[in-house]
């Protein structure tokens, strides 16, 4: 990780991969109790903010336009970016803000929230909300608007969102002589079934190439369980995982690799879904912005297309919606400077410039029907905003669900490798998460 602070008007360059590994030193004694380095302040504002998020150096590019377009508009907030390797997130940012110098802004992972809220380290955000916001919240998209929500008090808001879609390849489908399913999905006819036969058609074991991947794995199996009408848990009190509209949709994910073989088997390593599509080695798969395929050069034609999840058996259709929540820590001296940065960052100028990026999609309802900001979207990036406008639920609102999806992925091992079926996978799993569940607090 590394740090770096914004002045206003101006963009300091991208950290590198490099960068990032060479300042690690300089931020690692944030993380005890002993006075750390001193950091610069910015002329005429006083101590900064230190704003703190997982990414590389994509991500802080991102996070250094929105600070700069804070900074061009307001004298008295200076900002300090404070990046976290994501391979070390939450757990570094944990320790930073148990001890000496802990950040004053930090936008979290999808269902990490909780977790810092029940550690006491996030300042209630009720009181500042209710004052500056109140007329603002109906824009939210309210799914989005609950990441930041813990037992009815507000302790971050949203600042961006990904989206589960199905990336396919367009070359692969011609050949298939298939129609895009963007095509057929606006006669409702983009379904499961039609899902298998899109995956059956693409797949040619003599070149190598699968229509489609799977991942059975959490998060990843709750988009299809949602389309045919099963969930997660039932109001946070039972696991329903066993249910028919589950098991159906597992046993469907496990005959893709070990009946249809339309997807390969589970592998550990290997080039990526994107590169695999690409590469014209893979038909499509379903995953977020983070795991698309590179974008098409300007005036090129897109390699790959983008569709919403397909409908279920029983016509439902639903995806993962993974917001990331801002808030400010509960150990800040500068809450209302906190606070203004803040409200920049999860309002409509900055999500405008997550949107641009690409890498984010805006939770607020006016920019998802902007005409201006969807006539810029790059070919096919629409179906995102419609999935989130649309179709988009998290499963992140109960307090132990980072736990309980370690516990099902456990437990869908033997699903994965094809030597249990879903019914007695499921059946394995329920009493494990009931048990989980059993006295803890519900959100």
């Not at 804070?70 to 976290?84: H, K, R, S, T, W």
């Not at 369980?225 to 159906?248: I, K």
């Not at 132990?400 to 007695?424: F, T």
Request: hydrophobic share 40%; proline share 7%.
């Amino acid at each position: 990780m590394g740090q770096h602070t914004a002045q206003r008007g101006t963009r300091r360059g991208v950290l590198t991969a490099a960068a990032l590994a060479a300042s690690v030193p300089v931020l690692s004694a944030l993380s005890g109790c002993t006075s750390g380095p001193q950091r610069p302040g910015i002329p005429g504002r006083g101590q900064p903010i230190r704003f703190a998020f997982a990414g590389g150096a994509e991500e802080t590019s991102i996070e250094e336009a929105v600070v700069t377009r804070f900074m061009e508009e307001q004298d008295a907030v200076g900002i300090q970016l404070v990046p976290f390797s994501p391979a070390d997130f939450p757990t570094k940012l944990l320790g930073h803000m148990t001890g000496y110098g802990s950040p004053d802004v930090v936008r979290l992972g999808p269902g990490y929230l909780r977790t810092f809220v029940l550690r006491g380290l996030l300042a209630d955000l009720s009181g500042l909300v209710t004052r500056d916001l109140k007329g603002d919240l109906d824009d939210f998209v309210p799914t989005a608007l609950d990441a930041g929500q813990f037992m009815g008090l507000y302790y971050g808001l949203p600042s961006g969102a990904m989206v589960h879609v199905v990336y396919y390849n367009r070359r692969l489908l011609e050949e298939a002589g298939l129609l895009a399913p963007n095509v057929i999905d606006q006669e409702a006819r983009w379904t499961f079934e039609s899902f298998l036969d899109y995956a059956r058609r693409m797949t040619n074991p003599a070149a190598g190439r699968y229509g489609t991947s799977v991942n059975i794995s959490m998060p990843d199996i709750l988009p299809w369980v949602w389309s045919n009408g099963g969930d997660l848990l039932d109001d946070g009190r039972e696991c329903l995982l066993h249910r028919p509209e589950a098991v159906e949709v597992l046993q469907f994910l496990q005959d893709l690799v070990h009946r249809h073989h339309v997807a390969p088997r589970p592998v550990r390593s290997g080039d990526s879904e994107a590169i695999q599509l690409t590469s014209g080695r893979l038909g499509m798969y379903l995953a977020n912005q983070a795991a698309a395929p590179p974008a098409p050069r300007p005036n090129r034609t897109p390699v790959y297309g983008i569709v919403s999840m397909p409908r279920g058996a029983r016509g439902g259709r639903a995806t993962l919606l993974q917001v990331q929540p801002m808030g400010i820590a509960k150990a800040s001296r500068r809450v209302e400077a906190a606070w203004q940065f803040v409200r920049f960052a999860t309002g409509p100028e900055a999500a405008t410039i997550y949107a641009e990026s690409g890498r984010y999609v805006p939770v607020q309802k006016s920019l998802l029907r902007s005409e201006t900001l969807l006539r810029s979207l790059q070919a096919g990036q629409r179906v995102l905003y419609e999935s989130v406008a649309l179709y988009g639920r998290s499963p992140y609102q109960h307090a132990l669900y980072l736990d309980i999806e370690k516990l099902v992925n456990a437990e869908l091992e033997p699903l994965r490798l094809g030597v249990k079926s879903a019914r007695e996978v499921a059946e394995t799993i329920k009493p494990k998460v009931d048990a989980l569940l059993r006295g803890t607090p519900r959100a």
